[in-house]
């Protein structure tokens, strides 16, 4: 999408193989969405309803997604939280340190963070929905990729689809200046972070015990993930 038929900020459908298509969307920076935003995700691509993961605090900053909801798509918050953020506070992280970091979004999180979120992928994967975290990379990239293991996505396609939030990340790096000026970091040192490659992605799935789609076993209501592998596994 480009021009007038962009939708919003890293807004694009999932593709991967075992996926169902067009049946779950990811995006960034969901309160920028404008009301023409919101049609277009409603009307355009039958999205019904967003799965934020943000935390409270960040919701208490950057506000709730008002027009989605205005829109008439349900929002359900469903943070995964509670990890640090400690491999990453450099202003330069490595992709080791990323792949740290996202170790710790498993490891770490609070133990209520998996259970609740597929308790909500569940109550809407069966219509088009919308996935969401701040920049929409690596909260974002961690759930899309544990859904996508979960319904037997080979690891090429979910290190893809990482991979294409780079591009317009890169391109709208200016809506995020706060979270690298609030740490004394540069505009270059967060465009680093935007530059997100399916290695990263490939490394991390590599170093996951017995797999993502294991550790989600391991984690949530099997009804839950029932449903979602119901929802969302291509036949």
């Not at 969405?33 to 900053?61: F, H, N, P, Q, W």
């Amino acid at each position: 999408m480009n021009g007038d038929d962009r939708v919003g900020v890293n807004f694009r459908a999932v593709r991967a193989r075992g996926l169902v298509a067009d049946r779950m969307f990811r995006c960034g920076a969901v309160t920028t969405y404008t009301a023409r935003d919101a049609t277009a995700l409603r009307d355009r691509y039958g999205i019904r309803a967003l799965v934020d993961l943000r935390s409270r605090r960040e919701i208490d900053k950057y506000g709730a997604p008002k027009a989605l909801q205005d829109a008439g798509i349900r929002w359900i918050n469903a943070p995964v939280t509670g990890y640090p953020s400690t491999p990453i506070d450099k202003p330069r992280p490595t992709s080791d340190d990323v792949v740290a970091y996202y170790h710790g979004m498993l490891a770490d999180a609070l133990p209520e963070s998996w259970p609740d979120l597929f308790a909500a992928l569940a109550s809407v994967a069966h219509e088009p929905f919308l996935l969401c975290c701040h920049c929409g990379k690596d909260r974002t990239g961690v759930v899309v990729a544990a859904v996508l293991d979960t319904v037997g996505s080979p690891a090429a396609d979910i290190a893809e689809d990482y991979g294409a939030s780079a591009a317009d990340l890169v391109a709208r790096v200016d809506l995020f200046e706060d979270k690298w000026s609030k740490r004394g970091h540069t505009r270059d040192d967060y465009l680093t972070r935007m530059r997100v490659v399916p290695a990263t992605m490939a490394d991390f799935l590599a170093g996951v015990p017995g797999g993502l789609a294991g550790f989600v076993a391991r984690r949530v209501d099997p009804a839950d993930l029932a449903a979602v592998r119901a929802a969302l596994a291509t036949p």
